[in-house]
Protein backbone atom coordinates (compact mmCIF):
# COMPACT_ATOMS: atom_id res chain seq x y z
CA UNK A 1 0.00 0.00 0.00
CA UNK A 2 1.29 3.73 -0.58
CA UNK A 3 -1.02 5.26 1.96
CA UNK A 4 0.92 7.45 5.07
CA UNK A 5 0.48 7.55 7.74
CA UNK A 6 -0.97 10.31 10.21
CA UNK A 7 0.52 10.68 13.95
CA UNK A 8 -1.00 10.52 16.84
CA UNK A 9 -3.96 9.07 15.78
CA UNK A 10 -5.90 10.70 18.25
CA UNK A 11 -5.65 13.99 20.21
CA UNK A 12 -7.34 16.13 22.76
CA UNK A 13 -6.42 19.22 23.77
CA UNK A 14 -8.20 22.04 25.43
CA UNK A 15 -10.07 25.12 23.52
CA UNK A 16 -7.76 27.58 23.04
CA UNK A 17 -4.87 25.13 22.63
CA UNK A 18 -2.57 24.95 19.73
CA UNK A 19 -2.96 20.79 17.48
CA UNK A 20 -0.56 19.77 15.80
CA UNK A 21 -0.90 16.64 14.10
CA UNK A 22 1.78 14.77 11.56
CA UNK A 23 1.94 13.31 8.45
CA UNK A 24 4.32 10.52 6.50
CA UNK A 25 4.21 9.29 2.90
CA UNK A 26 5.89 7.00 1.01
CA UNK A 27 6.20 8.01 -2.71
CA UNK A 28 7.72 11.46 -4.26
CA UNK A 29 4.79 13.84 -4.67
CA UNK A 30 3.96 17.03 -6.44
CA UNK A 31 1.85 18.05 -3.61
CA UNK A 32 0.70 17.54 -0.24
CA UNK A 33 -2.82 18.69 0.76
CA UNK A 34 -4.97 18.33 4.31
CA UNK A 35 -8.62 17.59 4.86
CA UNK A 36 -11.01 17.97 7.59
CA UNK A 37 -14.27 15.09 7.91
CA UNK A 38 -16.75 15.80 10.38
CA UNK A 39 -18.64 12.39 12.00
CA UNK A 40 -20.47 10.35 8.91
CA UNK A 41 -19.65 13.27 6.31
CA UNK A 42 -17.40 13.57 3.22
CA UNK A 43 -13.94 15.22 3.41
CA UNK A 44 -13.39 18.92 2.93
CA UNK A 45 -10.10 20.58 1.78
CA UNK A 46 -8.37 22.36 3.76
CA UNK A 47 -5.06 23.65 2.37
CA UNK A 48 -2.52 22.44 -0.08
CA UNK A 49 1.60 22.62 -0.13
CA UNK A 50 3.35 22.25 -3.11
CA UNK A 51 6.84 20.04 -3.28
CA UNK A 52 8.70 23.06 -3.86
CA UNK A 53 7.12 24.63 -0.84
CA UNK A 54 8.23 24.32 2.80
CA UNK A 55 6.01 26.22 4.87
CA UNK A 56 2.49 27.35 4.12
CA UNK A 57 -0.38 29.07 5.85
CA UNK A 58 -4.25 30.09 5.73
CA UNK A 59 -6.42 31.57 8.85
CA UNK A 60 -5.20 29.56 11.72
CA UNK A 61 -3.69 26.67 10.10
CA UNK A 62 0.28 26.17 9.22
CA UNK A 63 1.38 23.36 7.04
CA UNK A 64 5.11 22.58 6.84
CA UNK A 65 6.50 19.53 4.59
CA UNK A 66 10.08 17.97 4.58
CA UNK A 67 10.14 16.36 1.21
CA UNK A 68 13.48 15.07 2.60
CA UNK A 69 11.83 13.34 5.39
CA UNK A 70 8.82 12.42 3.41
CA UNK A 71 6.54 14.15 6.38
CA UNK A 72 4.28 17.17 6.67
CA UNK A 73 2.58 18.60 9.96
CA UNK A 74 -0.60 20.16 10.18
CA UNK A 75 -0.92 23.05 13.10
CA UNK A 76 -4.18 24.58 14.40
CA UNK A 77 -3.47 27.54 16.10
CA UNK A 78 -5.85 29.06 18.87
CA UNK A 79 -8.77 25.73 18.61
CA UNK A 80 -12.69 25.94 18.87
CA UNK A 81 -14.82 23.28 19.66
CA UNK A 82 -16.32 23.28 16.31
CA UNK A 83 -12.46 22.56 15.16
CA UNK A 84 -13.48 18.91 16.58
CA UNK A 85 -13.09 16.34 13.44
CA UNK A 86 -10.75 14.11 11.76
CA UNK A 87 -7.86 15.46 10.26
CA UNK A 88 -6.26 13.35 6.88
CA UNK A 89 -3.09 13.69 4.68
CA UNK A 90 -3.33 13.37 0.98
CA UNK A 91 -0.36 12.97 -1.03
CA UNK A 92 -0.73 13.62 -4.76
CA UNK A 93 1.43 11.85 -7.35
CA UNK A 94 0.31 13.80 -10.03
CA UNK A 95 -1.72 10.39 -11.14
CA UNK A 96 -3.90 9.67 -7.98
CA UNK A 97 -4.44 10.42 -4.10
CA UNK A 98 -3.00 8.80 -1.71
CA UNK A 99 -4.76 9.19 1.80
CA UNK A 100 -3.43 8.88 5.48
CA UNK A 101 -5.14 6.97 8.48
CA UNK A 102 -5.91 10.10 9.90
CA UNK A 103 -5.67 12.14 13.47
CA UNK A 104 -9.16 12.31 14.97
CA UNK A 105 -8.92 15.90 16.99
CA UNK A 106 -11.39 16.54 19.87
CA UNK A 107 -11.22 20.21 21.03
CA UNK A 108 -13.10 20.02 24.56
CA UNK A 109 -14.90 23.48 25.37
CA UNK B 1 -20.91 26.23 -5.55
CA UNK B 2 -19.16 23.35 -6.06
CA UNK B 3 -21.34 20.15 -5.44
CA UNK B 4 -20.55 16.14 -5.63
CA UNK B 5 -23.76 14.45 -4.74
CA UNK B 6 -24.43 10.68 -3.76
CA UNK B 7 -27.49 9.18 -4.31
CA UNK B 8 -27.92 7.45 -1.22
CA UNK B 9 -26.57 8.78 2.16
CA UNK B 10 -27.64 5.07 4.16
CA UNK B 11 -27.88 1.62 2.41
CA UNK B 12 -28.81 -1.93 3.71
CA UNK B 13 -28.57 -4.82 1.41
CA UNK B 14 -28.35 -8.36 1.56
CA UNK B 15 -25.95 -10.91 0.71
CA UNK B 16 -25.34 -11.66 -2.80
CA UNK B 17 -27.45 -8.21 -4.16
CA UNK B 18 -26.39 -5.70 -6.55
CA UNK B 19 -25.50 -2.57 -5.43
CA UNK B 20 -25.76 0.27 -7.12
CA UNK B 21 -23.82 3.75 -5.95
CA UNK B 22 -24.45 7.14 -7.88
CA UNK B 23 -22.36 10.15 -8.22
CA UNK B 24 -22.47 13.01 -9.91
CA UNK B 25 -20.47 16.04 -10.25
CA UNK B 26 -21.60 19.63 -11.20
CA UNK B 27 -18.28 21.33 -11.70
CA UNK B 28 -16.99 19.67 -15.56
CA UNK B 29 -14.58 17.43 -14.00
CA UNK B 30 -12.81 15.45 -16.07
CA UNK B 31 -11.48 13.00 -12.70
CA UNK B 32 -13.59 10.68 -10.86
CA UNK B 33 -12.82 8.71 -7.62
CA UNK B 34 -14.62 5.92 -5.53
CA UNK B 35 -12.92 5.23 -1.96
CA UNK B 36 -13.64 3.37 0.64
CA UNK B 37 -13.38 4.34 3.95
CA UNK B 38 -12.97 1.92 7.28
CA UNK B 39 -12.05 2.63 10.35
CA UNK B 40 -8.05 2.18 11.14
CA UNK B 41 -7.55 1.55 7.47
CA UNK B 42 -8.27 5.20 6.12
CA UNK B 43 -9.59 6.25 2.56
CA UNK B 44 -8.52 3.68 0.33
CA UNK B 45 -8.94 3.86 -3.65
CA UNK B 46 -11.25 1.02 -5.74
CA UNK B 47 -11.52 2.79 -8.78
CA UNK B 48 -10.93 6.33 -10.65
CA UNK B 49 -11.59 7.56 -14.23
CA UNK B 50 -10.09 10.29 -16.36
CA UNK B 51 -12.76 10.50 -19.02
CA UNK B 52 -15.89 9.26 -20.39
CA UNK B 53 -16.06 5.49 -20.57
CA UNK B 54 -12.64 5.28 -19.84
CA UNK B 55 -11.71 3.72 -16.08
CA UNK B 56 -8.46 2.56 -13.88
CA UNK B 57 -8.09 0.22 -11.03
CA UNK B 58 -7.09 1.64 -7.93
CA UNK B 59 -6.11 0.01 -4.65
CA UNK B 60 -8.93 -2.97 -4.14
CA UNK B 61 -11.01 -3.31 -7.52
CA UNK B 62 -11.67 -6.50 -6.16
CA UNK B 63 -15.48 -7.00 -6.15
CA UNK B 64 -16.28 -3.66 -7.43
CA UNK B 65 -17.21 -2.26 -11.32
CA UNK B 66 -17.64 1.03 -12.36
CA UNK B 67 -19.31 2.95 -14.77
CA UNK B 68 -18.64 6.19 -16.56
CA UNK B 69 -20.94 6.78 -19.42
CA UNK B 70 -21.50 10.70 -18.87
CA UNK B 71 -18.40 12.89 -18.08
CA UNK B 72 -20.85 14.16 -14.78
CA UNK B 73 -21.84 10.97 -13.43
CA UNK B 74 -19.60 7.78 -12.29
CA UNK B 75 -21.25 4.64 -10.48
CA UNK B 76 -19.61 2.00 -8.07
CA UNK B 77 -21.48 -1.31 -8.75
CA UNK B 78 -21.11 -3.92 -6.59
CA UNK B 79 -22.31 -7.20 -8.15
CA UNK B 80 -22.66 -9.80 -5.80
CA UNK B 81 -22.58 -7.94 -2.20
CA UNK B 82 -21.16 -9.68 0.57
CA UNK B 83 -20.43 -8.66 4.22
CA UNK B 84 -17.10 -7.46 4.09
CA UNK B 85 -17.96 -5.03 1.71
CA UNK B 86 -19.46 -2.80 4.55
CA UNK B 87 -18.15 0.56 4.63
CA UNK B 88 -18.63 4.23 3.80
CA UNK B 89 -17.74 4.97 0.05
CA UNK B 90 -16.97 8.29 -0.79
CA UNK B 91 -17.04 9.57 -4.09
CA UNK B 92 -14.95 12.58 -5.03
CA UNK B 93 -13.75 14.39 -7.93
CA UNK B 94 -10.81 16.97 -9.47
CA UNK B 95 -10.43 19.07 -12.51
CA UNK B 96 -8.01 17.07 -14.76
CA UNK B 97 -5.36 15.34 -14.91
CA UNK B 98 -2.69 17.87 -15.43
CA UNK B 99 -3.76 19.81 -12.76
CA UNK B 100 -2.92 18.83 -9.08
CA UNK B 101 -5.41 20.71 -7.18
CA UNK B 102 -8.33 19.41 -4.73
CA UNK B 103 -10.42 16.47 -4.30
CA UNK B 104 -14.25 17.39 -4.09
CA UNK B 105 -16.07 15.07 -1.81
CA UNK B 106 -19.05 13.91 -1.81
CA UNK B 107 -21.31 13.47 1.60
CA UNK B 108 -20.73 9.90 1.60
CA UNK B 109 -22.90 6.43 1.28
CA UNK B 110 -23.13 4.25 4.17
CA UNK B 111 -23.54 0.55 3.21
CA UNK B 112 -24.48 -2.17 5.27
CA UNK B 113 -24.71 -5.36 3.99
CA UNK B 114 -26.16 -8.29 5.58
Known amino acids: SQQGEEDPQALSIQEGENATMNCSYK?????LQWYRQNSGRGLVHLIL?????REKHSGRLRVTLDTSKKSSSLLITASRAADTASYFC?????????FGTGTSLTVIP | DVKVTQSSRYLVKRTGEKVFLECVQD?????MFWYRQDPGLGLRLIYF???????EKGDIPEGYSVSREKKERFSLILESASTNQTSMYLC?????????????FGEGSRLTVL
Open chain 1, 27 to 31: TSINN
Open chain 2, 92 to 104: ASSLDRGHYGELF
Open chain 2, 27 to 31: MDHEN
Open chain 1, 90 to 98: ASNTGNQFY
Open chain 1, 49 to 53: IRSNE
Open chain 2, 49 to 55: SYDVKMK
